[in-house]
């Protein structure tokens, strides 16, 4: 099978984070775009959702992504990310980013038990 080159231009940062992923799959991005053009081929479908749909707010997005976190494989890694930094930012705005373990452990205690 003759190879040909093939050359896409992207932002230096996606590129920067798309090759650190790959890395992180044992691969280089040249053998992932290969498996995305391979699966497209063998599919004959973008193997993804692909949607115009309007951003959801950080809330909304925990809800719908509770199941990922729960499902946590290499796909959804990136969203869980996703979900960690709302629930950080949520944390910060709450003024409870510093809270320890035990500190959170006596909050959930005191609301289980109405103190």
């Known amino acids: 099978m003759t190879q040909v080159a093939f ?12 090759e650190e992923q790959c890395e992180n799959f044992g691969m280089s991005m040249a053998t992932a775009i290969n498996v995305f053009a391979r699966t497209v081929v063998r599919e004959k479908r973008i193997p993804f959702e692909v949607s115009s749909k309007p951003v959801l707010d950080n809330a909304t997005m925990m809800v719908a992504d509770k199941r990922a976190v729960y499902n946590a494989g290499v796909s959804n890694a990136s969203r869980m990310l996703k979900i960690m930094q709302a629930l950080s ?13 035990d500190e959170i452990n006596a909050e959930i205690d005191a609301a289980r038990n109405g103190r």
Not at 7 to 18: G, I, P, Q, T, Y
């Open 89 to 101: 930012l949520e944390a910060e705005k709450a003024g409870v980013s510093d809270m320890s373990l």
């Open 7 to 18: 050359s896409v231009r992207m932002d230096s940062d996606l590129k920067k984070e798309f």
